[in-house]
């Protein structure tokens, strides 16, 4: 049974790094705003790499800071080592890179979010658009609420029908098991948006006390203060440090052994893979040349035992991951305590959208994230703070 819920300025769907940006440039811009997202404690996640910047990536998160974003004044408190990268090089090629501690970086920019004036955060699926010649007048979500505003924005992440897929074994799921949106795609097709398919993936986590550091070498933070935001004042002093090792040739061996059981190679993964993210498969493949591969080792967080292995994004199936873990140094009794997977995911092709980020078919309906094709947080959350400021 469907009911009216409530009217608002601008209602966002979804609450990754673009949904956050975008909810608080519209509310701090005075827009009475609605935050509608599967799981509350899912808000700001980070899905994959629990870092903030680097190159290319770090500038945007200046250009966020500038404008009135939240995501350097969030790492800024919430990082367990900030670092320059490529000091050795000119000033160009400098990038200011923050290793997150992820749970406190969501519970954060969730408070931030709760705290702010005109700023309504609920937890919801939304299921469908409420959409009048032409024009998008609202959302409907799954138990029926009804929730109308003059502008939507959808930053629905890897969750639009999202496939997690490993080896040869498949299931519908958004990232980190969380419930697909099935319906919102299903939804957006209809109005008759062009649709495409995506994939990402991320690496395997291992227990930090079953690493062997001596055979790493240790990468740690930088000694001077350094934030994204300028108008950060306190500074974190105690920093843990990352550590690098690199695949052996013994790595490549089990990878080209079992390439025909790559869900990349089988066929069995339809969507083109975005920039920036390529698996440790397509490196072997790609740069065959190369006898070894980088591997980062990084703490998620201050009080957790996983570490995320930098440089092992895949999609083989899980033995095979643990044969290929084990043939580093370092993490020859590494105990794994997630799997790496490949998430495929529907988007909407970004040739749809005005600069604004508005959809040209359908009025006062915005898109921002990985909903059109980004890479990275730190891109997400520009497009969302862009979408969030013209939508308001």
């Avoid at 469908?128 to 409907?140: A, M, N, Q, W």
């Avoid at 897929?165 to 799921?173: L, M, N, R, T, V």
């Avoid at 698996?279 to 190369?290: G, L, P, Q, T, Y």
């Amino acid at each position: 049974m469907e009911y009216h819920a409530g009217s608002y300025d601008v209602i966002v769907v979804g609450a990754g790094h673009a949904g956050c940006e975008a909810a608080l440039a519209s509310a701090r811009m005075g827009a009475k705003t609605l935050v509608l997202t599967l799981n509350l404690d899912m808000v700001a996640f980070m899905p994959c790499n629990p870092s903030i910047g680097g190159p290319a990536k770090g500038i945007v998160v200046r250009e966020i800071d500038a404008l009135g974003g939240e995501m350097g004044r969030n790492i800024d408190k919430t990082h367990i080592q900030m670092r320059m990268l490529n000091t050795g090089k000119g000033p160009a090629v400098r990038a200011l890179r923050a290793q997150a501690d992820k749970h406190q970086y969501q519970k954060e920019m969730k408070n931030t979010l709760e705290k702010e004036e005109n700023l309504v955060l609920k937890q919801a699926m939304v299921k469908s658009l409420i959409v009048e010649d032409e024009e998008c007048k609202g959302v409907i979500t799954e138990t029926g609420a009804m929730y109308y505003a003059k502008s939507v924005i959808i930053t629905t992440g890897t969750f639009l029908r999202g496939k997690i897929i490993i080896g040869d074994f498949a299931y519908e799921s958004g990232p980190n098991n969380q419930r697909a949106s099935v319906d919102l795609s299903k939804n957006l097709k209809e109005l008759g948006l062009d649709m495409g398919r995506f994939k990402t993936g991320t690496p395997m986590r291992v227990k930090g006390q079953t690493i062997d550091y001596s055979k790493t070498e240790i990468q740690p933070g930088d000694e001077e203060r350094r934030a994204f935001s300028f108008e950060t004042t306190k500074f974190i002093t105690e920093q843990i440090p990352c550590w690098l090792t690199y695949t052996s040739p013994k790595t490549h061996e089990i990878i080209n052994a079992n390439l025909h059981r790559s869900p990349m190679y089988s066929g069995m993964i339809e969507g083109i893979g975005t920039r920036y993210c390529p698996s440790i498969e397509d490196k072997i493949v790609r740069f065959n040349d190369k006898p070894r591969h980088q591997i980062f080792l990084e703490p998620e967080g201050r009080n957790t035992e996983e570490v995320y292995v930098q440089g092992l994004s895949t999609s083989l199936p899980e033995e095979v991951q643990v044969e290929m873990v084990h043939s580093v140094p370092g993490l020859e009794n590494a105990e794994l305590m997630r799997a790496g997977y490949a998430i495929e995911y529907d988007m909407v092709h970004p040739t749809q959208l005005w600069p604004t980020l508005e959809t040209k078919q359908i009025q006062n309906l915005f898109t921002a994230g990985q909903i059109n094709g980004t890479s990275g947080y730190e891109e997400a959350a520009g497009q969302g703070l862009m979408a969030g400021i013209n939508a308001a």
